[in-house]
């Protein structure tokens, strides 16, 4: 099945995934709809065709050692408070 790969910045001390792009996978099915090889261009009425994404895969390509944005103000308005 086709599956949407989402690249995107891993935050370590958080543990938040901040998405940067997202581009498909191509599962080269004929009979997935989701592929550029499926059978049926325009209008597919088969049974036996894939119409469902598979989930999509998370592709840190960045490693963050800090936290992210909503983090860093979460606990920079927790110092003020207290
Ligand atoms: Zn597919
Ligand atoms: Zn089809
Ligand atoms: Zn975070």
Known sequence: MCHNI?????????GHFIAIS???QDCQRPN???SRR????IGCTS???IR???LP??????ISPT???DCTIRTTLQLMRS
């Open 22 to 24: 997202t581009h498909r």
């Open 47 to 49: 049974r036996s065709c």
């Open 57 to 62: 895969v998370r592709n840190p390509i960045r």
């Open 38 to 41: 499926h059978v049926h261009l």
């Open 32 to 34: 997935c709809v989701f």
């Open 52 to 54: 469902l994404m598979d």
């Open 6 to 14: 989402i690249d995107g910045r891993w935050h370590t001390p958080c």
């Open 67 to 69: 936290s992210c944005a």
